[in-house]
T-cell receptor, first 115, second 115 residues
């Protein structure tokens, strides 16, 4: 199993540009989430999904859009990039049964810089 | 005030030392308490999780939760240079919006174990 994969690893955007961060998991997990990590702030939840076709907002959703058309994929879209969105973005997934339902598996991250 | 407070360090210890990492929190609804380890430029990986109050041991690692004091700890015995990483505490509660999908993280403590 590859686990949770994210592309790209690095990205530089100009203010106002849009882009999509890709996330895929091959563990047949029902739940997927996007977090951003900023210095001194820990990780903060942006959006999450409880299954294909179902998404909800997290703590810091403004400026981001998500959709979930398949169990495997959960892309994050930046609609109009702003310097405040410079961060490291992590995708995570977790299962729904047994003790594993509390464990979120994280991808390797995407480092985004907005100039 | 942040929901979860964690001293960012850095913490520098000699090899073989016992390390104590701590977090305090304000929301008494939290039920699940986790410790993640994050190596530089990698995604977080789950080290341990505990439910409610009590202790849990796994090899050189011990997690403690004191719900009455809203305080959690991670102890690392016989610390090794390979333990050098950032340690993040995280918490969740099924009853809160987002349920177990929403992890609230501390800012992380950077640990360096020198030979």
């Amino acid at each position: 199993n590859a686990g949770v994969t994210q592309t790209p690893k690095f990205q530089v955007l100009k203010t106002g540009q849009s882009m999509t961060l890709q996330c895929a998991q091959d563990m047949n997990h029902e739940y997927m989430s996007w977090y951003r990590q900023d210095p001194g702030m820990g990780l903060r939840l942006i959006h999450y999904s409880v299954g294909a076709g179902i998404t909800d907002q997290g703590e810091v959703p403004n400026g981001y859009n998500v959709s979930r058309s398949t169990t495997e994929d959960f892309p994050l879209r930046l609609l109009s990039a702003a310097p405040s969105q410079t961060s490291v973005y992590f995708c995570a997934s977790r299962g729904s049964g047994g003790v594993g339902r509390y464990e979120q598996y994280f991808g390797p991250g995407t480092r985004l810089t907005v100039t | 005030q942040k929901e979860v407070e964690q001293d960012p360090g850095p913490l520098s210890v000699p090899e073989g030392a016992i390390v104590s990492l701590n977090c305090t929190y304000s929301n008494s609804a939290f039920q699940y308490f986790m410790w993640y380890r994050q190596y530089s430029r990698k995604g977080p990986e789950l080290l341990m999780y505990t439910y409610s109050s009590g202790n849990k041991e796994d090899g050189r690692f011990t997690a403690q939760v004191d719900k009455s004091s809203k305080y959690i700890s991670l102890f690392i015995r016989d610390s090794q240079p390979s333990d050098s990483a950032t340690y993040l505490c995280a918490m969740s509660a099924g009853a809160l919006p987002g349920g177990y999908n929403k992890l609230i993280f501390g800012a992380g403590t950077r640990l360096a174990v020198h030979p």
